[in-house]
C-alpha cells in the first residue's frame, strides 16, 4: 500500500480538524483515536483508582470500617476489571494508536475507520459494566478473575451485563490488534527494515499476536458461562458431567498472555526511553526482540501455574513450574540489557528517565516475587495471599503504569509542543514512588504471615501493614492528581516560553524526532524514505 | 484507488465460506471429541461412561492398590448415601465389585446423579468402572432404598509409585434435569 | 535529590533481608509439619537467590547512576552488543533456576506422597463454613465463626483471634500422618493452614487429598484461600493437635453423640448385607 500516490494531501492541510464533538464521534485519525484511548484511560484511572482507596479504607481497621462484605466484594471486582480492561489497555492501545505510525514513516493506520469503532466500543463496554453499580442487586462481585460456579450458579444478575461488556471490550482489542498487525506489516516506509523498528513497534507486534490468540478463548469461556447460566448446559458444573477447574484452565489460558498483553508495550516504551537519556543506543538490539518474542511464546504454555492448588497431578504442576521459571530468562536478559544500556552512558534525569528508572527497580522486584510464586510448594502458601497481590501490583502499577507514564512524559512534548513542567513531573514520580512501595511492600509480608486476598476484615496481628499500605495508597493516588494537572496543562495551555522543539530530547532517535512538535494533524503523508 | 487485488465480489464470498466453515466445524467438534476420547481413553476425573477390559488384560499380583471410598450428598439432598465398605485392597488387572447405599428420605420421589471423582490426579485414568450407577441418572420413589453397583478395575499400567486411591462420589439431585435413558443401572439392588 | 533513588533502594532491600526470622511474625512461618518445614527452607532458598541477584543487577545499576552522569562531564561510551556477554547472562540464570527447581521438584514429590495415613479426615467446604468427617470413626460436625457480629462491628471489643475462632475445632493427634479429602458443596473454597504449609482447593462434585503431619502439640489457624462469595473472609479453620490419648477421649465423647446415627445406619448397612449375601450366594458372584 505504501506505493500509493499521495492525492488527497494536498487539500487537507487547508481545513484541518473539524471542529465540535462530531470531530471527535467520526474521526479517523490515528493521533485523534489515540487522544480518545489516552484520554478515556485517564478518567477510569481514577474511577478505577477511587474504588481502590474504598478497598484500602475497608482495610484500614481489622473490623468493619466503610464497606459491607458484599459491597467490598463488588469493589475489588471492579477496581481489577477497570484497572485491566479500562486502564492498561486502553492506554497501550493509544500509545499505539499515536505513535506506530509515526514511528514506521507511515501516514496513518491501515484501518482507519475500524481503528475509530475498536476505540468507541470500549465506552460502551464500560458504561454497561458501571452502570451494574447502579441496577438493584449486587454489581458483578466474584473478582476480577470470576470463578465458576461463583459467577454462574450463585452470579448475581448483573453478571449477564458483565459478560455482555466483556464481549464489546474483547471485539475492541482484537480489531485494534488486528490493525496494528496490517499496519506493521504493510505500511513501514522504505528503508524501514524490520531490524530497524523502535523496540516499542516490536513489542506492540508480539502483543497484537498475542492479543488475537486469546482475546477469543475469553469471549468463548465468558459465552460458556452465559450458557451455564441461562441455557442449561453444565460446562462448569459437576452435577451435569461438567467441571468447575475447565472454566480455570479457560480462563487462563486467556489470563496468562493477558499480563504479558499489558507489559510488553511497556517493555517497548522503556527500550526507546532509556537509549534516548542514557545518550547510546540500546544494548542487544536483536537479543531484545528474540526475547520479546521468546516471552510471548512462553506466555502461551505456563498459565496452569495459576493453578497449582486445584488438585493438579504432579506431572502437569512440574512442566508448569519449569516452563514458569524459564520465563525469567528473556526477562533477565532484558533487565541486563536495559542496565547495560545505561552503564557507561551519559545519563540525565528527566521525568521519562525517572519513570523508567523506577520501572526498572520495580518491576525487576516484582519479577523476583514471581519466580518465588513458581515455585509449586511455596506457592502453596502463597497462592490467594497477599504476597500475589504485591506481585501483581508490583509488576502492573510500577510495571505497566510507570511506562505508561514515563511514555506520556516521553511523547506529550511531541504531541503538543509544550514542554511540561519538570519539576512537577518530578513530585509526581517521587511521591508515586513513596506512595507505591509504601502500599505494595508490606503486602509481601502480609501475605506471608497468612493474610488471604480479597477480605474485608482481618485478624488482628495484621492491622499494622494494612494500615501502613493505606497511607500508601493515598499519597499514591493523590500523587496523580499532580500528573492530571501536568497533562490538562500541556495540552490546554500555550506558554510561549514551555515550546518544545522537533527534536525534544538531546538524545532521541527515531523518525518521530524528525517531525515538527506539535505534530501536525497529518504526517508523513509523503513517505519518507529511511536509511 | 488502484486496482484491489482480489474483487470485492470475489472477497466476500471467500470471507462468508470462512464462517460457514467455522459454523460446521464447530458442530462438527461434537462426534469429533467423541472420537478423540474413546481412541485416546482420556476419561479423567468425570468418568462415567463404561469402560472396556481390554483382551488378555493380566492380573499384577505382585502389587496391591488400596482403594478407599468416599461419598458426599451435594446441596439440601435429604438422601442418605454410603459405601458398604470403606476400603478394599485390588491387585491391578483384577475386577472387583462395590455396592453403594442409597436410600431417599426426601419425602417424595427424585432423580439423583451420582458423579465420581478418583484421586490422586496420576491414578484417575486408570480407575475404569465398567458397570456403575453413576453412568446414568437414579430414579427413586418415595421412601425407596437400594444397593447401587460398580464394578471396576485397576489399569496394570498404573504407575508402581500409586498405592492408594480414593474414589468419591457426589451425589446431585437431578429432578429438573432428567434425561432420556434408562432409569437405573444393571445389577441395583432394591431393598424393601 | 539524586541520593533519594540509591536511599529508596537501599531502604527496601534492607526491609527484605531483615526478615530472615520465620517467627517475627511478617514471614511464611516455620510452622509444625514435615512439609511447612520443607516448603519454608524452599521459599527461603527462592528468597535467598532473588536477593542474590537483586543485589548484583541493582549495585551495577546505582553505580552507572552515580558515575555516568551528564552532569559530570561524562561522555557515552559507544558499545551496544556483545554476544559472549548475552550468551553469559543467559545461560548463568538459567543454571540457577535448575539449582532451585530441584528441590522444589523433591518437596513437590513429598507433598504428593499422602500413603500410609494413619487417619483420614474429610473436609467439605460450604458457603461459608466447613464440614468435618472422620471417615473411619464415624464423627462429623460443622465448624462456624465464632466471632460475633457485634465484634466484626466494632461494637465490642475485639478477642485476639478475632475472625480466626470457631466453635468446633478439628482436632488431630500429633505425630501421626492424617490424609486429607477435601471437596465443596457449593462454589471453589480452599482449605488453608500456613503452619501446616497446607493449601488445597475444595471443589464442587470433586475430591482433593493432601496430607499433614503435625509435630507439636497446639492450636494452629487458617482461613479460606478462594474467594467464595460475601462472607469468604469469615470462615476460619482451627486444628488442635493434640496427644494421642487426648485424642481418643475426643473421638469417644463425639461418638457418643454420634451412636444413635451411626447405630441407624449400621441396620441399615446389615440389612443390605444381608439382601446382597443372599443374592452373590445364588449367582455364586464374588465380592470382597
Known sequence: MSDTTVDHAHHDDHHGPEKGFKRWLFTTNHKDIGTLYLTFSLIMLFIGGAMALLIRVELFEPGKVLLNPEFFNQMTTMHGLIMVFGVIMPAMAGLANWMIPMMIGAPDMALPRLNNWSFWLLPFAFTMLMSTMFMSGPAPDFGWTFYAPLSTLYGPKSTDFFIFSIHMMGASSILAALNIVVTIFNMRAPGMTWFKLPLFVWSWLVTAFLLLAVMPVLAGCVTMMLMDRHFHTSFFNAAGGGDPILFQHIFWFFGHPEVYILILPGFGIISDIIPTFSRKPLFGYRFMVYATALIAFLGYIVWAHHMFTTGAPFFAQLFFMYATMLIAVPTGIKVFNWVATIFKGSLTFETPMLFALGFLVMFTMGGFSGLMLALVPADYQYRDSYFVVAHFHYVLVSGSLFTILAGIYYWLPKWTGQMYSERLGQWHFWLSVIGMNLAFLPMHFLGLAGMPRRIPDYALQFTDFNQICTIGAFIFGFAQLIFLYVVVKACFYRESDRKATSQVWEGARGLEWTLPSPTPYHTFETIPVVH | ?192 | MKNYGRFIVLLSLSLLTSLSYATSGINMPYGVSLLSHEIYYLHMAGFYVCCGIGAIVFSVLIYSLIKHRKSKGVKAVHFHEHLGVEILWTTIPFLILVALAVPATIVLKHIHNTDQSALTLKITGYQWKWKYEYLDQNISFFSNLATTQEQINNNAPKNPWFLLEVDNEVVVPVNTKVKLLITADDVVHSWWVPELGIKQDAIPGFINENWFYITKPGTYRGQCGELCGMNHGFMPIVVKAVSQTEFNQWVNAHQKLAYKKRHDDAVTLQKAHAAIHHLTLKNGGGLS
Not at chain 2, 471467500?14 to 462426534?31: A, E, K
Open chain 2, 1 to 192: 484507488m488502484s486496482k484491489p487485488r482480489i474483487s470485492h465480489k470475489r472477497l466476500t464470498l471467500i470471507l462468508m465460506c470462512g464462517v460457514v466453515f467455522m459454523f460446521i466445524f464447530c458442530y462438527l467438534l461434537v462426534p469429533f471429541y467423541q472420537l478423540i476420547c474413546k481412541k485416546t481413553g482420556f476419561n479423567g476425573k468425570g468418568a462415567i461412561s463404561a469402560a472396556k477390559v481390554a483382551p488378555g488384560m493380566q492380573i499384577d499380583y505382585s502389587r496391591k492398590i488400596k482403594v478407599d471410598f468416599a461419598t458426599t450428598i451435594n446441596g439440601a439432598l435429604s438422601f442418605k448415601f454410603l459405601p458398604l465398605q470403606r476400603h478394599l485392597e485390588i491387585h491391578p488387572g483384577e475386577v472387583k465389585l462395590i455396592y453403594f447405599y442409597a436410600e431417599n428420605t426426601t419425602g417424595k420421589e427424585m432423580t439423583v446423579q451420582a458423579i465420581p471423582s478418583i484421586t490422586p490426579m496420576d491414578a484417575a485414568r486408570f480407575l475404569k468402572k465398567t458397570e456403575c450407577f453413576c453412568f446414568t441418572q437414579q430414579y427413586f420413589f418415595k421412601n425407596e432404598k437400594a444397593d447401587m453397583p460398580v464394578y471396576f478395575f485397576v489399569d496394570p499400567a498404573i504407575s508402581k509409585d500409586i498405592k492408594e486411591i480414593t474414589l468419591s462420589y457426589t451425589l446431585f439431585d437431578v429432578t429438573h434435569y432428567k434425561k432420556n435413558q434408562p432409569h437405573y443401572a444393571k445389577g441395583r439392588i432394591d431393598l424393601r
